[in-house]
């Protein structure tokens, strides 16, 4: 059974950083490109970061480009997101996701992953 974990979320002031992990268990990470998507209150769930299955290629949304970064250890199964600079508009619960199909390349839009984990709270306050 395919399961993706995060961790690493909490409370923060504005300028501070977090770094989120993600660990998968029951499949090799290493086959799949990963993204992160976050969800604020009230708001639809967007598009946050990508990385490839080999972690060569990387693409972020406009809004966390220059303070947020994608990675990944396929040898511990787990993706990472470093938040740098972290805004009260960075504050939504952050998800992980796996993308089983696409050839390993980057997704940039939810419904080209597959698996998700049950979401990390991240809160940035003023």
């Known amino acids: ?3 993706l974990v995060e961790s ?3 409370l923060v002031q504005a300028g501070g950083s977090l770094r989120l992990s993600c660990a998968a268990s029951g499949r090799t990470l290493s086959r799949y490109a990963m ?3 976050r969800q604020a209150p009230g708001k639809e769930r967007e598009f946050v970061a990508a990385i490839s299955r080999s972690g060569s290629n990387t693409y972020y949304a406009d809004s966390v480009e220059g303070r947020f970064t994608i ?3 396929n040898a511990k199964n787990t993706a ?3 938040m740098n600079i972290l805004k009260p ?3 939504a619960v952050y998800y992980c996701a796996e993308r089983l199909y696409g050839g390993g390349g980057l ?3 939810g419904y080209e992953y ?3 984990g049950q979401g990390t709270q991240v809160t940035v306050s003023s």
């Open 1 to 3: 059974q395919v399961q």
């Open 8 to 10: 690493g979320g909490g």
């Open 35 to 37: 993204g992160w998507f």
């Open 71 to 73: 990675s990944r250890d």
């Open 80 to 82: 990472y997101l470093q």
């Open 89 to 91: 508009e960075d504050t």
């Open 107 to 109: 997704g940039l839009h």
């Open 114 to 116: 597959d698996y998700w």
